[in-house]
C-alpha cells in the first residue's frame, strides 16, 4: 500500500474519482484510496445473509447507544474509532467471566471483563435438580471482582452482563470448587 505524506493535492480528498475509484479520511487523518465495488451480479449465500442481519442489528443499536452511553466516546479517545464503531463492537462481543472463587468464609467472587463494561453480574445458586434456590447481583469491588454473600449453598450459575445486552453464563459446581480449594492449602 501506498502511502502519501504531506501532498497537497491530496490532501482531504474524499468522494468518487472517476468511474472506478473512491478516496476517504479516515478518523486519523489518512487518506484512502480504493475501488469501487462490483455488487452487480452478487448473490448472497445463507450464513452471509445472517451476518448481515446481524450487523443490521449492531448497525441500529451503535446508532442510538453511541450518543447516549458516553463510556463509548471515552473508548474511542485516542484510537481511530469512533463512538459507534466502538458500539457496534461491543455488540459482537459479550462479557468473560474468567474466574469464580469460593471464599472460606462462603463469598463468592467473581472476575468477568468486557471490551467496554460489565453492567451487572447475577448470581443463582442452584440445587441439585437444577431448580433456583437464591438468585442476587453480585456487588463489583476492586474493577473486575464482584462479591455476592449467598444464604444457601448448592450450585453457582453466574451471569455477567454488558451495555449492549449480551450476557455470557457459566456453572460451578461447589464440591469442586472446595476440592480444589484443599489441594491448593495442603
Known amino acids: 500500500m501506498a ?8 490532501w482531504g480528498l474524499s468522494g468518487s474519482l472517476g468511474p472506478d475509484y473512491y478516496a476517504r479520511v479516515t478518523k486519523g487523518g489518512r487518506t484512502i484510496i480504493s475501488r469501487k465495488p462490483d455488487f452487480g451480479n452478487r448473490q448472497f449465500s445463507e450464513g452471509q445473509l445472517h451476518i448481515q442481519s446481524g450487523m443490521k442489528a449492531a448497525a441500529a443499536y451503535a446508532k442510538v447507544a453511541s450518543k447516549e452511553n458516553p463510556i463509548y466516546a471515552k473508548r474511542a479517545e485516542g484510537t481511530d474509532k469512533n463512538a459507534y464503531n466502538v458500539a457496534v463492537g461491543d455488540w459482537f462481543n459479550p462479557p468473560v467471566i474468567r474466574s469464580m472463587d469460593l471464599c472460606l468464609d462462603g463469598l463468592i467472587r467473581v472476575s468477568a471483563t468486557d471490551d467496554v463494561q ?7 445458586i442452584l440445587d441439585q435438580e437444577g431448580k ?3 438468585q442476587g447481583a453480585a456487588e463489583l ?16 450459575q453466574v451471569e455477567a452482563w ?18 480444589r480449594f484443599r489441594n491448593q492449602t495442603t
Open 132 to 134: 433456583s434456590l437464591e
Open 3 to 10: 502511502k502519501v505524506k504531506d501532498n497537497i493535492i491530496m
Open 162 to 179: 454488558d451495555l449492549a445486552g449480551n450476557v455470557t453464563r457459566r456453572e460451578f459446581d461447589e464440591s469442586s470448587l472446595f476440592a
Open 141 to 156: 469491588t476492586l474493577g473486575v471482582w464482584w462479591d455476592y454473600r449467598p444464604a444457601n449453598r448448592g450450585r453457582i
Open 118 to 124: 460489565v453492567t451487572k453480574v447475577i448470581i443463582t
